[in-house]
C-alpha cells in the first residue's frame, strides 16, 4: 500500500526511491510487525482475560500443566496475524501475485484455527474441530493456493523440485506437484501446531525459519546472488522477503508475551497459520526440503507422535510416555523452560545447516 504509494512519487521526490530497496522494505517489514504487536499486544491480552477467552488444558497432560497454565488466554495469533498482514500490506508490492497468495493461506489457516480455539473454549475441551473436518479446510485451503500459483503466477520452476547439497538433482514432478505441495501446506501447519506446548516453545523456532526463508527469498530473486550460489533465480520472488520479515517481528513481539510464563498462547489461529505461510513460501521459493531442514524441530515433534500413535495400534506400547516429544521430557522431569531453551539450541543448529545448503552445492 505504502510501497505503491510512495514508489509513485519517485519522479517528483527523488529521495522516495530508497523505497525501492528490498533490503530497506524487510527490515522496515520486521520494525512495523513488531510495533504493532506491541502496541495491540497488551489491550488484547486485558480483552481475552476479561471475557475468558481462555482454552482448556489436556487433561491427559502433564499435572504441572494444569495447575499453572489453567486460565491463560489463547487465540493469540489473531495478534501475530494482525502483525504480519499489517506490515505486508504496507511495505509489499501489492502487484505481485506470491504475496497475495500467501496473504490468502495466512489467513484462510488463521480463520481456521481461530474457529478451533472457539470451539475448544465453547465447549471446554481440547477437540476442538472435527478433525476430520478441520483436514477438509486445510486440504481445500492448501489446494486453492496451489490453483493461484498454477492459474496466476509465471514461475517457471514450480513443477521443479530442488534437493540440497547436489547442484543439478532436480525432479520435474508435473502432476505429483499438487499432491506434494498439498503435503508441505498440511503437514507444515500440523507441524507447528503440535509443537506448540509449552511457553515459546513454537515461536523462536517458527522466527527462526521466517529469518532464513528472509534470506533465501532474497537470494532466489536476485539474479547476482543466485548465480553466484548457483541457485535457479525466479523474478519477483525477493519480495516473500518483506513477508517473511513480517513474521519474524510479529514473533519477535509476541515473544514478549509468550516467554514463559506465557501471558497468553498463539493456539491453532496461530500456529496454522504460521506452519502453512511458512510452507507457502518455500514452495513458491523452491526449497522444500530445506524448509524440512530449517524445521527439523517441527519435523520431529511430529514424528514423534506417528510413531507413538503406530506402536501403540501394532504393540499396545508407547515408545515415548507422552507425545509430542517436548512431553516426554516433561515426564521425565526435565524443567519446561530446560524444555524449550534446548529445543531452541536444536531449532539454532538445523537453520544453520540449512542455510549452509545454499553454498554446499
Given at each position: 500500500?505504502?510501497?505503491?504509494?510512495?514508489?509513485?512519487?519517485?519522479?517528483?521526490?527523488?529521495?522516495?526511491?530508497?523505497?525501492?530497496?528490498?533490503?530497506?522494505?524487510?527490515?522496515?517489514?520486521?520494525?512495523?510487525?513488531?510495533?504493532?504487536?506491541?502496541?495491540?499486544?497488551?489491550?488484547?491480552?486485558?480483552?481475552?482475560?476479561?471475557?475468558?477467552?481462555?482454552?482448556?488444558?489436556?487433561?491427559?497432560?502433564?499435572?504441572?500443566?494444569?495447575?499453572?497454565?489453567?486460565?491463560?488466554?489463547?487465540?493469540?495469533?489473531?495478534?501475530?496475524?494482525?502483525?504480519?498482514?499489517?506490515?505486508?500490506?504496507?511495505?509489499?508490492?501489492?502487484?505481485?501475485?506470491?504475496?497475495?497468495?500467501?496473504?490468502?493461506?495466512?489467513?484462510?489457516?488463521?480463520?481456521?484455527?481461530?474457529?478451533?480455539?472457539?470451539?475448544?473454549?465453547?465447549?471446554?475441551?481440547?477437540?476442538?474441530?472435527?478433525?476430520?473436518?478441520?483436514?477438509?479446510?486445510?486440504?481445500?485451503?492448501?489446494?486453492?493456493?496451489?490453483?493461484?500459483?498454477?492459474?496466476?503466477?509465471?514461475?517457471?520452476?514450480?513443477?521443479?523440485?530442488?534437493?540440497?547439497?547436489?547442484?543439478?538433482?532436480?525432479?520435474?514432478?508435473?502432476?505429483?506437484?499438487?499432491?506434494?505441495?498439498?503435503?508441505?501446506?498440511?503437514?507444515?501447519?500440523?507441524?507447528?501446531?503440535?509443537?506448540?506446548?509449552?511457553?515459546?516453545?513454537?515461536?523462536?523456532?517458527?522466527?527462526?525459519?521466517?529469518?532464513?526463508?528472509?534470506?533465501?527469498?532474497?537470494?532466489?530473486?536476485?539474479?547476482?546472488?543466485?548465480?553466484?550460489?548457483?541457485?535457479?533465480?525466479?523474478?519477483?520472488?525477493?519480495?516473500?522477503?518483506?513477508?517473511?520479515?513480517?513474521?519474524?517481528?510479529?514473533?519477535?513481539?509476541?515473544?514478549?508475551?509468550?516467554?514463559?510464563?506465557?501471558?497468553?498462547?498463539?493456539?491453532?489461529?496461530?500456529?496454522l497459520s504460521l506452519g502453512g505461510s511458512l510452507a507457502a513460501v518455500a514452495i513458491i521459493a523452491k526449497h522444500e526440503i530445506v524448509l524440512a531442514i530449517i524445521g527439523g524441530l517441527f519435523v520431529l515433534e511430529t514424528v514423534?507422535?506417528?510413531?507413538?500413535?503406530?506402536?501403540?495400534?501394532?504393540?499396545?506400547?508407547?515408545?515415548?510416555?507422552?507425545?509430542?516429544?517436548h512431553h516426554h521430557f516433561e515426564q521425565k522431569g526435565w524443567a519446561e523452560s530446560t524444555i524449550v531453551i534446548r529445543f531452541w539450541i536444536i531449532a539454532i543448529i538445523l537453520a544453520l545447516i540449512g542455510?549452509?545448503?545454499?553454498?554446499?552445492?
Open positions: 500500500m505504502l510501497f505503491n504509494l510512495l514508489t509513485s512519487l519517485v519522479d517528483q521526490y527523488s529521495f522516495l526511491n530508497v523505497f525501492r530497496y528490498l533490503t530497506f522494505r524487510t527490515g522496515l517489514s520486521v520494525m512495523t510487525s513488531l510495533i504493532v504487536v506491541f502496541v495491540i499486544g497488551g489491550p488484547l491480552i486485558r480483552l481475552f482475560s476479561e471475557n475468558m477467552i481462555s482454552g482448556p488444558i489436556r487433561q491427559d497432560g502433564p499435572i504441572d500443566h494444569i495447575i499453572k497454565k489453567t486460565g491463560t488466554p489463547t487465540m493469540g495469533g489473531v495478534i501475530i496475524i494482525i502483525g504480519m498482514l499489517s506490515s505486508t500490506l504496507l511495505w509489499a508490492d501489492l502487484n505481485n501475485i506470491y504475496i497475495w497468495t500467501l496473504i490468502f493461506v495466512s489467513l484462510s489457516l488463521g480463520v481456521l484455527g481461530f474457529t478451533d480455539d472457539l470451539l475448544k473454549i465453547k465447549h471446554k475441551n481440547s477437540r476442538g474441530l472435527n478433525s476430520k473436518l478441520k483436514f477438509f479446510g486445510q486440504l481445500i485451503i492448501a489446494s486453492f493456493s496451489l490453483w493461484i500459483l498454477i492459474q496466476f503466477s509465471n514461475h517457471d520452476y514450480l513443477y521443479n523440485l530442488y534437493f540440497p547439497f547436489f547442484k543439478n538433482l532436480i525432479w520435474q514432478m508435473g502432476i505429483f506437484f499438487i499432491p506434494f505441495g498439498l503435503f508441505v501446506i498440511i503437514g507444515s501447519s500440523n507441524a507447528v501446531n503440535l509443537t506448540d506446548g509449552l511457553d515459546g516453545l513454537a515461536t523462536v523456532p517458527v522466527m527462526l525459519v521466517a529469518l532464513s526463508f528472509t534470506l533465501i527469498s532474497y537470494i532466489v530473486g536476485n539474479t547476482i546472488f543466485s548465480d553466484y550460489l548457483q541457485l535457479q533465480y525466479i523474478p519477483d520472488v525477493g519480495e516473500l522477503s518483506i513477508f517473511c520479515g513480517s513474521i519474524v517481528g510479529s514473533c519477535l513481539g509476541f515473544l514478549w508475551y509468550n516467554a514463559p510464563p506465557a501471558k497468553i498462547f498463539m493456539g491453532d489461529t496461530g500456529s514423534s507422535v506417528i510413531i507413538q500413535v503406530i506402536s501403540f495400534k501394532l504393540t499396545g506400547k508407547r515408545i515415548f510416555k507422552m507425545a509430542p516429544i542455510l549452509a545448503t545454499l553454498k554446499l552445492r
